[in-house]
């Protein structure tokens, strides 16, 4: 079987979203069950051809845009540890113009409404002929009205939140349009089954529409092989490697290099958060004794608003977040992953977090409430802190909490094991997926014939 994945971002060209974990870890899984993936997404500005090894192909492209044909070029690579081939669109116009992976939505529409266009064209004139098409985002749900009335996409859902009118409504027709709708986590499907704006075409669509966490990608994140960190661990031998990596991310920082105070890292990794309110919690944060490192993906005005306020103090450092190996060296050098999102649909990150031996501390929502098992709770397997009303007194209290676990001989141990056990637990989705796909075959003709 051949499918086809159209998504606006792919790890490890892209790092902002959670699809970026996603979209790579889903393909390789569905190769690995013995079909065929190829993946489209567009080549933004900070994607270099020579360093991720792509290639362009040689061949001139037009794609029509509102009676404009736009010149538009294609760039070739291979999904890295797989056999999955990923297509990069660009025009001089769009994308490999900002290095940014997303803008304000004014400037982005027009940008994704080319993607989407070029997507659908750019399938036909290659002669791929895919058996199914699977949709990743808000951004790319128009494309579910550009196919073949026959065809039926699989659509995936992952945060719809602060999304414009106008995608509002390209993702509930693309939810309308699709033969099966997926999202990122059992609890966050229930939580969209009781949001006013989406309830009704999600019901419409109840036999086919299913919540499932995702796994990671073992050969990006694992701890024991990883080429991004200083030294490499497991989760029965941690001491040591954890311990030399929180060194190196001392140094690389300029903290004072104290072990006993415990590290944060802090992920701002989603388009549109509430500058102003994190800013407010980061202030009350820097009284604490405890280091922080806060990685932002935010755009340039709000992360200058960050950097005024965080280079204040002396106990936080502010690192733009967008180099990948950067990510994992800071996941594998800090003691807790602090998060401050509102919401939390697939929970991604607080899972790469726990990977690396890093204890998550996170508002209970979303995915969270199927990943972490809170240290209050009496479990055996409890790998993690939550904190249950999203307010400053509730996070420091959590914190708190977790500085006393961090400083237990006994409980601290065994906490990060049990984090690093947390992945291992969670049920590859692939399979699934591939009989959604089968049932799609049976039904549909090919995509593009």
Known sequence: MDVVYIAPECSPFTAISDLSNIV?????????????????????????????QIER????????????????????????NSFVSIFFIESQSFFSNSREVYLDWSLDKERFKFFSLACVEIISKLKIKPDTVHLFGPRVASIASLLNKNVKPVFTVDNLSRLAPDLVESTKEAISLSSFVTTVSR???????????????????????IGMLHSLDNDEYNPESNPSIPQTYSKNYFTLGKRKCKEDLLDFLGFQKNMQLP?????????GENTTEIINTLSLISHQNLQLLVLSFTKEQQFHELNKITSKYKNIKLCPGFDHPLQKKCFAGADFFLGLNKQEPSGLHTLIAMEFGTVPVCYRCGAIKEIIIDVDSNNEGANGITYRDYDKDEILEAMSKAIRCFKSKEIWPRLVKQAMSTSSKITNPAKEYVSYYNQLVKTTANVFQ
């Open 187 to 209: 609890t966050y499907g229930q939580e969209l089954l009781l949001d006013s704006e989406y309830r009704e075409p999600l019901l419409s669509k109840k036999e086919q529409f």
């Open 24 to 52: 790579p870890s889903l393909s390789k899984s569905i190769e690995k069950e013995g079909h065929k993936v190829c993946i489209f997404m567009p080549r933004y500005g900070c994607i270099e051809p020579s360093l991720f």
């Open 263 to 271: 590290l944060f890292l802090v992920f701002l990794n989603h388009p």
């Open 57 to 80: 192909i040689p061949a001139e492209f037009k794609v029509k845009v509102e009676g404009v044909l736009i010149p538009t070029m294609v760039y070739k690579g291979i999904l890295p």
